[in-house]
Protein backbone atom coordinates (compact mmCIF):
# COMPACT_ATOMS: atom_id res chain seq x y z
CA UNK A 1 0.00 0.00 0.00
CA UNK A 2 3.10 2.40 0.93
CA UNK A 3 3.41 3.87 -2.79
CA UNK A 4 6.39 5.91 -2.99
CA UNK A 5 6.71 8.77 -6.31
CA UNK A 6 9.61 9.73 -7.46
CA UNK A 7 11.77 7.12 -6.39
CA UNK A 8 11.74 3.29 -7.04
CA UNK A 9 8.67 2.19 -6.28
CA UNK A 10 8.64 -1.66 -6.44
CA UNK A 11 11.67 -2.06 -4.85
CA UNK A 12 10.69 0.52 -2.25
CA UNK A 13 7.40 -2.01 -1.56
CA UNK A 14 9.49 -5.25 -1.26
CA UNK A 15 11.85 -3.52 1.64
CA UNK A 16 7.86 -2.72 3.00
CA UNK A 17 7.17 -6.49 3.11
CA UNK A 18 10.37 -7.88 4.22
CA UNK A 19 10.52 -4.70 7.02
CA UNK A 20 7.33 -6.10 8.19
CA UNK A 21 7.49 -9.99 8.09
CA UNK A 22 10.85 -9.56 10.02
CA UNK A 23 9.69 -7.85 13.05
CA UNK A 24 6.18 -8.41 13.48
CA UNK A 25 5.34 -12.06 12.36
CA UNK A 26 3.94 -13.89 9.32
CA UNK A 27 0.09 -12.96 10.45
CA UNK A 28 0.82 -9.25 10.29
CA UNK A 29 3.00 -9.63 7.19
CA UNK A 30 0.25 -11.57 5.22
CA UNK A 31 -2.24 -8.42 6.06
CA UNK A 32 0.34 -6.70 4.92
CA UNK A 33 0.27 -8.39 1.65
CA UNK A 34 -3.36 -8.07 1.28
CA UNK A 35 -3.09 -4.25 1.77
CA UNK A 36 -0.14 -3.66 -0.82
CA UNK A 37 -2.35 -3.74 -4.46
CA UNK A 38 -6.30 -5.05 -3.49
CA UNK A 39 -7.02 -1.01 -3.10
CA UNK A 40 -8.43 1.53 -5.07
CA UNK A 41 -5.86 4.15 -5.54
CA UNK A 42 -6.75 7.02 -7.90
CA UNK A 43 -4.14 9.95 -6.70
CA UNK A 44 -5.57 13.54 -8.11
CA UNK A 45 -3.64 16.70 -8.62
CA UNK A 46 -1.46 18.18 -7.24
CA UNK A 47 1.51 15.17 -7.95
CA UNK A 48 5.12 15.60 -7.20
CA UNK A 49 7.58 13.78 -8.59
CA UNK A 50 10.66 14.83 -6.41
CA UNK A 51 9.45 13.83 -3.11
CA UNK A 52 8.34 10.76 -1.75
CA UNK A 53 4.90 10.31 -1.13
CA UNK A 54 3.37 7.32 1.15
CA UNK A 55 0.05 7.15 0.23
CA UNK A 56 -1.85 5.27 2.43
CA UNK A 57 -5.04 4.04 1.30
CA UNK A 58 -5.72 0.41 2.10
CA UNK A 59 -5.88 -1.57 5.20
CA UNK A 60 -5.31 -0.60 8.44
CA UNK A 61 -5.43 -1.83 11.82
CA UNK A 62 -8.28 -1.14 13.85
CA UNK A 63 -10.53 -1.15 17.25
CA UNK A 64 -13.82 0.51 18.19
CA UNK A 65 -12.08 2.29 21.53
CA UNK A 66 -15.54 2.84 23.33
CA UNK A 67 -18.68 4.73 23.09
CA UNK A 68 -17.73 6.60 26.86
CA UNK A 69 -14.48 6.93 26.78
CA UNK A 70 -13.04 10.52 26.69
CA UNK A 71 -10.87 10.96 23.34
CA UNK A 72 -8.53 13.51 24.59
CA UNK A 73 -7.37 10.76 27.23
CA UNK A 74 -6.91 8.19 24.95
CA UNK A 75 -3.42 7.15 24.59
CA UNK A 76 -1.87 4.84 21.57
CA UNK A 77 0.01 2.54 24.34
CA UNK A 78 -2.99 1.66 25.74
CA UNK A 79 -5.04 0.52 22.47
CA UNK A 80 -5.89 -3.33 21.72
CA UNK A 81 -5.74 -3.89 18.01
CA UNK A 82 -8.54 -6.32 17.32
CA UNK A 83 -10.11 -5.21 13.97
CA UNK A 84 -9.56 -4.03 10.32
CA UNK A 85 -10.77 -0.99 8.84
CA UNK A 86 -10.42 0.15 5.21
CA UNK A 87 -8.98 3.54 4.09
CA UNK A 88 -10.79 5.72 3.23
CA UNK A 89 -13.95 4.29 4.94
CA UNK A 90 -16.33 4.82 7.85
CA UNK A 91 -16.49 2.56 11.19
CA UNK A 92 -20.01 3.06 11.55
CA UNK A 93 -21.01 1.40 8.56
CA UNK A 94 -19.16 -1.70 8.62
CA UNK A 95 -21.04 -4.81 10.26
CA UNK A 96 -18.89 -5.29 12.74
CA UNK A 97 -19.37 -0.95 14.13
CA UNK A 98 -22.68 -0.20 12.32
CA UNK A 99 -25.07 2.60 13.95
CA UNK A 100 -21.88 2.63 16.90
CA UNK A 101 -21.49 6.18 18.44
CA UNK A 102 -17.87 6.79 20.20
CA UNK A 103 -14.05 6.11 19.57
CA UNK A 104 -12.55 4.90 17.11
CA UNK A 105 -8.67 4.17 16.29
CA UNK A 106 -7.03 3.21 13.33
CA UNK A 107 -2.84 2.56 13.00
CA UNK A 108 -0.80 2.10 10.15
CA UNK A 109 2.87 1.60 10.22
CA UNK A 110 5.11 3.60 7.17
CA UNK A 111 8.72 2.62 6.41
CA UNK A 112 9.89 6.33 5.79
CA UNK A 113 13.13 6.62 3.35
CA UNK A 114 14.45 9.58 5.45
CA UNK A 115 14.13 9.32 8.50
CA UNK A 116 15.48 12.51 9.25
CA UNK A 117 13.28 14.12 7.15
CA UNK A 118 10.26 16.69 8.74
CA UNK A 119 7.16 14.82 7.24
CA UNK A 120 3.59 16.26 6.66
CA UNK A 121 0.43 14.43 6.59
CA UNK A 122 -2.28 15.43 4.42
CA UNK A 123 -5.71 14.30 5.08
CA UNK A 124 -8.69 14.97 1.98
CA UNK A 125 -11.23 14.84 4.85
CA UNK A 126 -12.07 13.48 7.89
CA UNK A 127 -15.02 13.24 10.50
CA UNK A 128 -16.39 13.98 12.75
CA UNK A 129 -13.45 14.50 15.09
CA UNK A 130 -9.31 13.29 14.66
CA UNK A 131 -6.45 13.29 15.99
CA UNK A 132 -3.15 12.17 15.11
CA UNK A 133 -0.36 10.42 16.56
CA UNK A 134 2.96 10.38 15.57
CA UNK A 135 5.20 7.48 17.49
CA UNK A 136 3.01 7.91 20.28
CA UNK A 137 3.26 11.92 20.48
CA UNK A 138 0.04 13.80 19.82
CA UNK A 139 0.56 15.80 16.54
CA UNK A 140 -2.87 17.85 15.86
CA UNK A 141 -6.55 17.62 16.08
CA UNK A 142 -9.01 17.79 13.53
CA UNK A 143 -12.23 19.64 14.15
CA UNK A 144 -13.48 21.07 10.61
CA UNK A 145 -15.31 17.44 8.96
CA UNK A 146 -14.88 16.80 5.65
CA UNK A 147 -12.45 19.69 4.87
CA UNK A 148 -8.98 19.29 3.42
CA UNK A 149 -6.34 18.75 6.80
CA UNK A 150 -2.67 18.41 7.00
CA UNK A 151 -0.19 18.21 9.96
CA UNK A 152 3.33 18.42 10.04
CA UNK A 153 5.79 15.44 11.44
CA UNK A 154 8.85 15.87 12.84
CA UNK A 155 11.80 13.48 11.66
CA UNK A 156 11.78 10.55 13.87
CA UNK A 157 14.81 8.27 15.45
CA UNK A 158 14.00 5.19 13.32
CA UNK A 159 12.57 4.56 9.72
CA UNK A 160 9.44 3.42 10.87
CA UNK A 161 6.66 5.12 12.05
CA UNK A 162 3.66 4.32 14.16
CA UNK A 163 0.51 5.94 12.67
CA UNK A 164 -2.27 5.99 14.64
CA UNK A 165 -5.57 8.14 14.39
CA UNK A 166 -8.81 8.69 16.76
CA UNK A 167 -11.49 9.60 15.17
CA UNK A 168 -14.77 10.33 16.96
CA UNK A 169 -18.29 10.53 15.73
CA UNK A 170 -20.27 11.60 18.60
CA UNK A 171 -22.32 14.66 18.44
CA UNK A 172 -20.54 17.25 20.84
CA UNK A 173 -20.59 20.97 20.48
CA UNK A 174 -16.98 21.50 22.44
CA UNK A 175 -15.00 19.19 20.14
CA UNK A 176 -17.29 19.27 16.77
CA UNK A 177 -18.72 22.66 16.60
CA UNK A 178 -19.13 22.53 12.96
CA UNK A 179 -21.72 19.27 13.26
CA UNK A 180 -24.67 19.15 14.95
CA UNK A 181 -27.10 16.45 14.97
CA UNK A 182 -30.38 18.65 12.99
CA UNK A 183 -28.36 18.25 10.39
CA UNK A 184 -30.51 16.55 7.51
CA UNK A 185 -27.49 14.09 6.54
CA UNK A 186 -26.13 11.41 8.67
CA UNK A 187 -22.98 12.23 10.36
CA UNK A 188 -20.52 9.26 9.55
CA UNK A 189 -17.26 8.75 11.87
CA UNK A 190 -14.02 7.66 9.83
CA UNK A 191 -11.42 8.54 7.55
CA UNK A 192 -13.37 9.48 4.23
CA UNK A 193 -10.81 10.59 1.77
CA UNK A 194 -7.20 9.93 0.69
CA UNK A 195 -4.65 10.21 2.96
CA UNK A 196 -0.65 10.66 2.36
CA UNK A 197 2.53 11.09 4.00
CA UNK A 198 4.87 13.67 2.27
CA UNK A 199 8.85 13.23 3.44
CA UNK A 200 9.59 17.10 2.42
CA UNK A 201 13.27 18.99 2.24
CA UNK A 202 13.72 22.13 4.43
CA UNK A 203 12.12 24.00 1.93
CA UNK A 204 9.17 22.45 0.50
CA UNK A 205 6.40 23.59 -2.24
CA UNK A 206 3.02 23.56 -0.39
CA UNK A 207 0.85 24.44 -3.47
CA UNK A 208 0.65 26.09 -7.26
CA UNK A 209 -2.46 28.24 -7.88
CA UNK A 210 -2.72 29.43 -11.47
CA UNK A 211 -5.55 31.86 -11.79
CA UNK A 212 -6.32 33.35 -15.06
CA UNK A 213 -6.36 36.55 -15.85
CA UNK A 214 -7.99 36.96 -19.06
CA UNK A 215 -8.45 34.50 -21.83
CA UNK A 216 -5.78 35.01 -23.99
CA UNK A 217 -3.44 32.31 -21.57
CA UNK A 218 -2.28 35.30 -18.96
CA UNK A 219 -2.79 33.68 -15.39
CA UNK A 220 -1.32 34.69 -12.27
CA UNK A 221 0.67 32.33 -10.13
CA UNK A 222 1.34 32.11 -6.62
CA UNK A 223 4.01 29.68 -5.29
CA UNK A 224 3.36 29.00 -1.29
CA UNK A 225 6.25 27.42 0.58
CA UNK A 226 6.26 24.88 3.40
CA UNK A 227 9.74 24.70 5.65
CA UNK A 228 12.27 27.52 5.81
CA UNK A 229 11.54 30.00 3.31
CA UNK A 230 15.00 31.50 1.25
CA UNK A 231 15.08 35.08 0.82
CA UNK A 232 14.53 34.73 -2.49
CA UNK A 233 12.94 31.89 -4.19
CA UNK A 234 14.60 30.49 -7.71
CA UNK A 235 12.11 28.14 -9.79
CA UNK A 236 11.12 26.95 -13.00
CA UNK A 237 8.10 26.62 -14.70
CA UNK A 238 7.24 24.47 -17.22
CA UNK A 239 3.62 23.88 -19.05
CA UNK A 240 1.94 21.10 -20.74
CA UNK A 241 5.36 19.16 -19.93
CA UNK A 242 7.22 21.79 -21.89
CA UNK A 243 10.88 23.51 -21.64
CA UNK A 244 11.17 24.64 -18.08
CA UNK A 245 11.57 28.08 -18.16
CA UNK A 246 13.76 29.93 -14.88
CA UNK A 247 12.30 32.70 -12.43
CA UNK A 248 15.32 33.82 -10.25
CA UNK A 249 15.48 36.18 -7.29
CA UNK A 250 11.88 36.04 -6.83
CA UNK A 251 10.67 38.39 -4.14
CA UNK A 252 8.81 36.29 -1.38
CA UNK A 253 6.31 37.41 1.29
CA UNK A 254 5.18 34.96 4.26
CA UNK A 255 6.37 31.83 1.90
CA UNK A 256 4.53 33.13 -0.71
CA UNK A 257 5.86 34.07 -4.45
CA UNK A 258 3.38 35.93 -6.83
CA UNK A 259 4.40 36.47 -10.22
CA UNK A 260 2.32 36.83 -13.79
CA UNK A 261 3.30 34.94 -17.14
CA UNK A 262 1.39 33.77 -20.20
CA UNK A 263 0.77 30.08 -20.96
CA UNK A 264 2.12 28.78 -24.58
CA UNK A 265 -0.15 27.71 -26.44
CA UNK A 266 -3.38 28.34 -23.99
CA UNK A 267 -6.59 26.68 -24.96
CA UNK A 268 -9.70 27.51 -23.25
CA UNK A 269 -11.45 25.14 -20.78
CA UNK A 270 -15.43 25.44 -21.79
CA UNK A 271 -18.04 22.70 -20.63
CA UNK A 272 -18.30 21.14 -23.90
CA UNK A 273 -14.62 21.40 -24.67
CA UNK A 274 -13.14 20.86 -20.87
CA UNK A 275 -9.36 21.41 -21.95
CA UNK A 276 -6.47 21.13 -19.18
CA UNK A 277 -3.11 22.49 -19.16
CA UNK A 278 -0.32 21.20 -16.26
CA UNK A 279 2.05 23.19 -14.93
CA UNK A 280 4.94 21.73 -13.49
CA UNK A 281 7.00 23.84 -10.64
CA UNK A 282 10.63 22.98 -9.69
CA UNK A 283 12.81 24.74 -6.51
CA UNK A 284 15.76 23.21 -5.35
CA UNK A 285 14.93 19.87 -3.96
CA UNK A 286 11.07 19.59 -4.70
CA UNK A 287 8.73 20.29 -7.25
CA UNK A 288 5.08 19.86 -8.10
CA UNK A 289 2.81 19.60 -11.25
CA UNK A 290 -0.73 21.02 -10.82
CA UNK A 291 -3.75 21.14 -13.44
CA UNK A 292 -6.05 23.83 -13.91
CA UNK A 293 -7.93 25.52 -17.02
CA UNK A 294 -8.01 28.35 -18.65
CA UNK A 295 -11.63 29.90 -18.01
CA UNK A 296 -13.14 33.37 -16.47
CA UNK A 297 -16.09 33.36 -14.59
CA UNK A 298 -18.04 36.79 -13.84
CA UNK A 299 -21.35 38.06 -13.36
CA UNK A 300 -23.59 40.56 -15.61
CA UNK A 301 -26.85 41.56 -15.93
CA UNK A 302 -28.36 38.53 -14.27
CA UNK A 303 -26.43 36.08 -15.93
CA UNK A 304 -23.66 33.98 -14.97
CA UNK A 305 -20.81 34.45 -17.72
CA UNK A 306 -18.35 31.62 -18.73
CA UNK A 307 -15.57 33.02 -20.75
CA UNK A 308 -18.05 35.93 -21.40
CA UNK A 309 -20.68 33.79 -22.50
CA UNK A 310 -24.07 33.67 -20.76
CA UNK A 311 -24.09 29.84 -19.25
CA UNK A 312 -27.32 28.33 -17.83
CA UNK A 313 -26.73 26.62 -14.98
CA UNK A 314 -28.61 23.15 -14.94
CA UNK A 315 -28.50 20.47 -12.99
CA UNK A 316 -28.50 18.84 -9.22
CA UNK A 317 -27.30 18.79 -5.54
CA UNK A 318 -25.40 15.77 -4.63
CA UNK A 319 -24.60 14.60 -1.22
CA UNK A 320 -21.35 12.63 -1.03
CA UNK A 321 -23.17 9.25 -0.05
CA UNK A 322 -23.90 5.63 -0.56
CA UNK A 323 -26.07 3.37 2.55
CA UNK A 324 -22.25 1.20 2.39
CA UNK A 325 -19.86 3.07 1.60
CA UNK A 326 -21.19 6.81 3.35
CA UNK A 327 -19.35 10.05 2.50
CA UNK A 328 -16.23 7.26 1.58
CA UNK A 329 -16.70 6.67 -1.73
CA UNK A 330 -15.12 4.69 -4.21
CA UNK A 331 -13.81 6.25 -7.81
CA UNK A 332 -15.93 4.09 -9.59
CA UNK A 333 -18.90 5.86 -7.63
CA UNK A 334 -17.84 9.54 -8.12
CA UNK A 335 -17.38 8.54 -12.06
CA UNK A 336 -20.81 6.57 -12.37
CA UNK A 337 -22.52 9.73 -10.37
CA UNK A 338 -21.38 12.45 -12.99
CA UNK A 339 -21.57 10.22 -15.91
CA UNK A 340 -25.54 9.72 -14.62
CA UNK A 341 -26.00 13.21 -14.19
CA UNK A 342 -24.63 13.79 -17.77
CA UNK A 343 -27.45 11.38 -19.60
CA UNK A 344 -30.06 13.91 -18.00
CA UNK A 345 -28.53 16.64 -19.62
CA UNK A 346 -27.17 18.39 -16.92
CA UNK A 347 -23.68 20.87 -16.49
CA UNK A 348 -23.99 21.48 -12.73
CA UNK A 349 -23.59 20.47 -9.36
CA UNK A 350 -24.00 21.63 -5.87
CA UNK A 351 -21.77 19.66 -3.67
CA UNK A 352 -24.15 19.92 -1.14
CA UNK A 353 -23.05 20.45 1.72
CA UNK A 354 -19.55 20.30 2.79
CA UNK A 355 -16.24 20.93 0.69
CA UNK A 356 -15.92 18.16 -1.71
CA UNK A 357 -13.63 15.07 -2.86
CA UNK A 358 -10.79 16.17 -4.98
CA UNK A 359 -11.08 13.06 -6.99
CA UNK A 360 -14.71 14.08 -7.41
CA UNK A 361 -13.13 17.79 -8.57
CA UNK A 362 -10.60 16.36 -10.79
CA UNK A 363 -13.37 14.35 -12.84
CA UNK A 364 -15.65 17.47 -13.13
CA UNK A 365 -12.87 19.14 -14.99
CA UNK A 366 -12.19 15.86 -17.04
CA UNK A 367 -15.90 16.01 -17.89
CA UNK A 368 -16.74 19.89 -17.88
CA UNK A 369 -19.24 20.23 -15.42
CA UNK A 370 -19.62 23.63 -13.32
CA UNK A 371 -19.39 22.75 -9.51
CA UNK A 372 -21.11 25.46 -6.62
CA UNK A 373 -18.43 24.18 -3.86
CA UNK A 374 -19.00 24.68 -0.30
CA UNK A 375 -17.76 24.70 3.29
CA UNK A 376 -19.75 22.73 5.84
CA UNK A 377 -23.18 24.08 7.43
CA UNK A 378 -26.76 23.07 7.69
CA UNK A 379 -29.38 25.40 9.19
CA UNK A 380 -26.40 27.59 11.63
CA UNK A 381 -28.92 28.90 14.46
CA UNK A 382 -28.20 32.38 15.13
CA UNK A 383 -26.36 31.49 18.32
CA UNK A 384 -24.00 29.61 16.72
CA UNK A 385 -23.58 32.42 14.41
CA UNK A 386 -22.40 34.61 17.20
CA UNK A 387 -19.91 32.56 18.12
CA UNK A 388 -16.37 33.24 17.96
CA UNK A 389 -14.87 29.43 18.35
CA UNK A 390 -17.60 28.43 15.85
CA UNK A 391 -16.51 31.14 13.05
CA UNK A 392 -12.81 30.66 13.83
CA UNK A 393 -13.24 27.12 12.15
CA UNK A 394 -15.74 28.15 9.81
CA UNK A 395 -13.19 30.23 8.73
CA UNK A 396 -10.48 27.82 8.70
CA UNK A 397 -12.94 25.07 6.80
CA UNK A 398 -13.55 27.66 3.94
CA UNK A 399 -10.26 28.82 3.33
CA UNK A 400 -8.43 25.15 3.31
CA UNK A 401 -11.17 24.59 0.85
CA UNK A 402 -11.28 27.29 -1.20
CA UNK A 403 -6.97 26.76 -1.16
CA UNK A 404 -7.42 22.91 -1.80
CA UNK A 405 -9.64 23.57 -4.67
CA UNK A 406 -8.52 26.66 -6.58
CA UNK A 407 -6.62 24.89 -9.45
CA UNK A 408 -10.25 23.68 -10.81
CA UNK A 409 -11.77 25.15 -13.46
CA UNK A 410 -14.96 23.05 -12.84
CA UNK A 411 -15.60 25.02 -9.57
CA UNK A 412 -17.18 28.75 -10.42
CA UNK A 413 -18.97 29.36 -7.40
CA UNK A 414 -17.96 29.24 -3.72
CA UNK A 415 -20.51 29.30 -1.05
CA UNK A 416 -20.82 28.50 2.82
CA UNK A 417 -23.55 28.22 5.81
CA UNK A 418 -26.72 26.46 3.59
CA UNK A 419 -29.48 27.86 4.90
CA UNK A 420 -28.21 29.75 7.79
CA UNK A 421 -30.61 32.31 10.20
CA UNK A 422 -29.43 34.68 7.39
CA UNK A 423 -32.56 36.59 8.47
CA UNK A 424 -31.29 37.32 11.77
CA UNK A 425 -28.16 39.89 13.01
CA UNK A 426 -25.70 37.85 13.97
CA UNK A 427 -25.43 36.77 10.27
CA UNK A 428 -23.91 40.31 9.43
CA UNK A 429 -20.94 39.38 10.49
CA UNK A 430 -20.50 35.98 9.88
CA UNK A 431 -21.82 35.95 6.14
CA UNK A 432 -19.27 39.12 5.73
CA UNK A 433 -15.98 37.34 7.59
CA UNK A 434 -16.99 34.20 5.19
CA UNK A 435 -17.00 36.00 1.77
CA UNK A 436 -14.18 38.39 2.81
CA UNK A 437 -11.92 35.50 3.66
CA UNK A 438 -12.94 33.88 -0.04
CA UNK A 439 -12.19 36.64 -1.96
CA UNK A 440 -8.81 37.41 -0.67
CA UNK A 441 -7.78 33.97 -1.21
CA UNK A 442 -9.55 33.86 -4.70
CA UNK A 443 -11.32 36.61 -6.26
CA UNK A 444 -11.37 34.80 -9.49
CA UNK A 445 -14.80 33.34 -8.79
CA UNK A 446 -18.44 34.29 -7.76
CA UNK A 447 -19.25 33.88 -3.86
CA UNK A 448 -22.69 33.04 -2.92
CA UNK A 449 -24.66 31.04 -0.05
CA UNK A 450 -28.23 29.22 -0.44
CA UNK A 451 -30.45 31.40 1.68
CA UNK A 452 -33.86 29.74 2.92
CA UNK A 453 -35.40 33.28 4.23
CA UNK A 454 -35.71 35.09 0.35
CA UNK A 455 -38.10 37.39 1.65
CA UNK A 456 -36.23 38.33 4.53
CA UNK A 457 -32.41 38.11 3.69
CA UNK A 458 -30.08 40.56 5.35
CA UNK A 459 -27.04 39.38 3.39
CA UNK A 460 -27.54 40.24 -0.31
CA UNK A 461 -25.10 42.75 -0.78
CA UNK A 462 -22.67 40.85 0.08
CA UNK A 463 -22.84 38.38 -2.30
CA UNK A 464 -22.08 37.90 -6.45
CA UNK A 465 -25.16 35.63 -7.14
CA UNK A 466 -28.42 35.20 -5.51
CA UNK A 467 -29.09 31.34 -4.46
CA UNK A 468 -32.21 30.47 -2.69
CA UNK A 469 -33.42 27.34 -1.55
CA UNK A 470 -37.39 26.84 -0.88
CA UNK A 471 -39.99 23.90 -1.30
CA UNK A 472 -43.48 25.25 -2.33
CA UNK A 473 -45.68 22.72 -3.18
CA UNK A 474 -43.71 20.18 -0.81
CA UNK A 475 -43.60 21.63 2.46
CA UNK A 476 -46.87 23.30 1.92
CA UNK A 477 -47.56 26.78 2.71
CA UNK A 478 -51.30 25.56 2.61
CA UNK A 479 -52.38 22.05 3.62
CA UNK A 480 -55.63 22.46 2.12
CA UNK A 481 -54.14 23.35 -1.17
CA UNK A 482 -56.22 20.76 -3.65
CA UNK A 483 -53.28 21.03 -6.07
CA UNK A 484 -49.95 21.51 -3.95
CA UNK A 485 -48.09 21.76 -7.65
CA UNK A 486 -49.80 25.53 -8.33
CA UNK A 487 -47.17 26.65 -5.73
CA UNK A 488 -44.25 25.96 -7.29
CA UNK A 489 -44.39 29.08 -10.17
CA UNK A 490 -46.03 31.71 -8.16
CA UNK A 491 -43.04 31.21 -5.15
CA UNK A 492 -40.69 31.57 -8.22
CA UNK A 493 -42.42 34.50 -9.62
CA UNK A 494 -42.70 36.21 -6.09
CA UNK A 495 -38.63 35.97 -5.50
CA UNK A 496 -38.00 37.30 -8.60
CA UNK A 497 -40.06 40.61 -8.11
CA UNK A 498 -38.81 40.58 -4.26
CA UNK A 499 -35.02 40.78 -5.89
CA UNK A 500 -36.21 43.41 -8.15
CA UNK A 501 -37.49 45.48 -5.33
CA UNK A 502 -34.43 44.94 -3.20
CA UNK A 503 -32.23 46.63 -5.82
CA UNK A 504 -30.85 42.77 -6.75
CA UNK A 505 -32.17 42.53 -10.28
CA UNK A 506 -28.64 42.83 -11.71
CA UNK A 507 -27.77 39.87 -10.38
CA UNK A 508 -27.91 36.43 -11.22
CA UNK A 509 -30.20 34.75 -9.24
CA UNK A 510 -30.12 30.47 -9.10
CA UNK A 511 -32.36 28.01 -7.67
CA UNK A 512 -29.93 26.31 -5.22
CA UNK A 513 -32.48 23.58 -4.02
CA UNK A 514 -36.10 22.78 -4.83
CA UNK A 515 -37.88 18.99 -5.45
CA UNK A 516 -39.92 16.84 -3.54
CA UNK A 517 -39.35 13.51 -2.14
CA UNK A 518 -40.51 9.99 -3.96
CA UNK A 519 -40.05 6.82 -2.65
CA UNK A 520 -38.74 4.32 -5.14
CA UNK A 521 -41.37 2.34 -6.92
CA UNK A 522 -43.81 3.79 -4.88
CA UNK A 523 -45.95 4.33 -7.97
CA UNK A 524 -49.80 5.21 -7.08
CA UNK A 525 -52.68 6.27 -8.87
CA UNK A 526 -53.46 8.87 -6.60
CA UNK A 527 -50.03 10.88 -7.61
CA UNK A 528 -49.66 12.07 -4.09
CA UNK A 529 -46.98 12.75 -1.94
CA UNK A 530 -44.33 10.79 -1.98
CA UNK A 531 -45.49 8.51 -4.91
CA UNK A 532 -42.83 9.16 -7.92
CA UNK A 533 -45.59 10.60 -9.90
CA UNK A 534 -45.81 13.67 -7.85
CA UNK A 535 -42.07 13.90 -7.62
CA UNK A 536 -41.46 13.55 -11.77
CA UNK A 537 -44.58 16.42 -11.71
CA UNK A 538 -43.02 18.52 -9.41
CA UNK A 539 -39.21 18.95 -11.10
CA UNK A 540 -41.03 18.70 -14.84
CA UNK A 541 -42.39 22.30 -13.78
CA UNK A 542 -39.50 23.65 -11.97
CA UNK A 543 -37.14 22.26 -14.77
CA UNK A 544 -39.20 23.61 -17.82
CA UNK A 545 -39.74 27.35 -15.87
CA UNK A 546 -35.62 27.58 -15.47
CA UNK A 547 -35.10 26.01 -18.78
CA UNK A 548 -37.65 28.91 -20.52
CA UNK A 549 -36.89 31.50 -18.07
CA UNK A 550 -34.33 34.31 -18.65
CA UNK A 551 -34.25 35.76 -15.24
CA UNK A 552 -33.38 32.37 -13.10
CA UNK A 553 -28.95 31.98 -13.77
CA UNK A 554 -29.46 28.08 -13.02
CA UNK A 555 -31.21 25.59 -11.06
CA UNK A 556 -29.55 22.96 -8.33
CA UNK A 557 -32.54 20.55 -7.94
CA UNK A 558 -32.71 18.87 -4.45
CA UNK A 559 -31.31 16.06 -5.06
CA UNK A 560 -29.32 13.62 -6.55
CA UNK A 561 -29.75 10.88 -4.88
CA UNK A 562 -31.31 9.51 -2.14
CA UNK A 563 -29.34 9.90 1.31
CA UNK A 564 -29.48 8.18 4.86
CA UNK A 565 -30.26 11.18 7.33
CA UNK A 566 -31.56 11.51 11.07
CA UNK A 567 -31.60 8.11 12.94
CA UNK A 568 -33.85 10.07 15.13
CA UNK A 569 -37.21 11.60 15.63
CA UNK A 570 -36.32 13.77 13.10
CA UNK A 571 -37.14 10.83 10.62
CA UNK A 572 -40.84 10.82 10.81
CA UNK A 573 -40.48 13.27 8.18
CA UNK A 574 -37.96 10.97 6.81
CA UNK A 575 -39.61 7.66 5.69
CA UNK A 576 -37.07 5.17 5.87
CA UNK A 577 -34.51 7.32 7.60
CA UNK A 578 -33.22 8.65 4.17
CA UNK A 579 -33.68 11.99 2.38
CA UNK A 580 -36.03 10.72 -0.15
CA UNK A 581 -35.54 13.80 -2.88
CA UNK A 582 -33.39 11.87 -4.59
CA UNK A 583 -34.47 11.54 -8.80
CA UNK A 584 -32.30 7.85 -8.26
CA UNK A 585 -32.71 6.06 -4.66
CA UNK A 586 -29.43 5.22 -2.75
CA UNK A 587 -28.24 2.87 -5.28
CA UNK A 588 -29.00 5.14 -8.11
CA UNK A 589 -31.60 3.23 -9.23
CA UNK A 590 -34.13 5.97 -11.20
CA UNK A 591 -37.30 7.15 -10.09
CA UNK A 592 -39.68 8.31 -13.03
CA UNK A 593 -38.19 12.12 -12.15
CA UNK A 594 -34.68 11.23 -13.83
CA UNK A 595 -36.42 10.46 -17.28
CA UNK A 596 -38.93 14.17 -16.81
CA UNK A 597 -35.46 16.07 -16.04
CA UNK A 598 -33.27 14.38 -18.90
CA UNK A 599 -36.24 15.24 -21.37
CA UNK A 600 -36.44 18.97 -20.32
CA UNK A 601 -32.77 19.34 -19.71
CA UNK A 602 -31.53 17.79 -23.21
CA UNK A 603 -34.30 19.43 -24.99
CA UNK A 604 -36.03 16.53 -26.19
CA UNK A 605 -39.12 17.18 -24.25
C1 LIG B 1 -32.93 22.05 3.04
C2 LIG B 1 -31.50 21.59 3.15
C3 LIG B 1 -31.27 20.23 2.51
C4 LIG B 1 -32.41 19.30 2.80
C5 LIG B 1 -33.70 19.89 2.29
C6 LIG B 1 -34.93 19.01 2.53
O1 LIG B 1 -33.17 22.95 2.09
O2 LIG B 1 -30.59 22.51 2.63
O3 LIG B 1 -30.07 19.71 3.00
O4 LIG B 1 -32.51 19.07 4.14
O5 LIG B 1 -33.93 21.11 2.98
O6 LIG B 1 -34.95 17.91 2.02
O7 LIG B 1 -35.84 19.45 3.23
Redesign the pocket.
Known amino acids: MDTVSGRDAMADSVTVLRTQSGRRGLAIARRRILCEGAMNQVSHFPRYDTRTVHRLDGLWEATFVGADVDPGEVRPGDIRWDDLMTVPGVFDSCPNHVRKRGCFALRHFVDTVDSAARGRLRFGGLGLWGRVFVDGECLGTCQTPYAPWSVAVPPGRRRQRELVILIDNRFDRDRVPLFDPFF ?2 YGYGGIYRSVAWHELPACALDRVTVTPLDLAGNVRIDIRLDGNAPAKLDATLAFDGGDPAAFNGLELNSGLATLTTRVPSPRLWEPANPRLHTLRVGIDGDSITERFGLRTVTAERGKILLNGKPVKLLGYNRHEAHPQFGPALPPQQLLHDLQLLRRLGCNFVRG ?2 YPQDQRFLDLCDELGFLVFEEALG ?2 TPAVHLADPRFNELQEAQTRAMVRASANHPSVILWGFL ?2 CESHKPESDAAVARLAGAIREEDPSRLVTF ?1 T ?1 HPFEERNYDKVDVVSV ?1 Q ?1 PGW ?1 PEDRHKERPLDEIEPLIDRVIAHLKAEGQAAKPFIIS ?1 M ?1 AGAIYGWRDELEAHWSEQYQAAYLGILARRVVADERIAGVAI ?2 FCDGRTYAHGHALGRPRAF ?1 N ?1 GSFDEYRRPKMAADTVRRIFTGEA
Do not use: P, R, T
Open positions: DFSHWGNEANNYYEGWQNK
